[in-house]
Nanobody, 118 residues
């Protein structure tokens, strides 16, 4: 069992920056990947960025060069640094963890609202 708690969301003006944090607890054994997804109002949830156990990172095209995913293994925390924010980035952001231990387990945080508006 893995528990994920996000924080750091809020209201920011276009061009501003925000850093999201996701603290993980519980059984971290066999965690394959952790990442961030977002769900704009009325739209489907989409991958923003993730990091695989070997350190490989992936980014959605629209956030490349603006967002950076990182993790602090000692604190069991993953971060999403968001720079040059745009109104299109407005969404609920969810932390995700994938655990593979005989079968695949998908864990989600409660979500944190990010609103980019002037």
């Amino acid at each position: 069992q893995v528990q994920l708690v996000e924080s750091g969301g809020g209201l920011v003006q276009p061009g501003g920056s925000l850093r999201l944090s996701c603290s993980a607890s519980g059984s971290m054994f066999s965690i394959y990947a952790m990442g961030w997804y977002r769900q704009p109002p009325g739209k489907q949830r989409e991958l923003v960025a993730n990091v695989i156990h070997g350190g490989i990172t992936n980014y959605e095209d629209s956030v490349k060069g603006r967002f950076t995913i990182s993790r602090d293994s000692a604190k069991n925390t993953v971060y999403l640094q968001m720079n040059s924010l745009k109104p299109e980035d407005t969404a609920v952001y969810y932390c995700n963890a994938v655990q593979i231990a005989g079968k695949t387990y998908d864990y989600w945080g409660q979500g944190t609202q990010v609103t980019v508006s002037s």
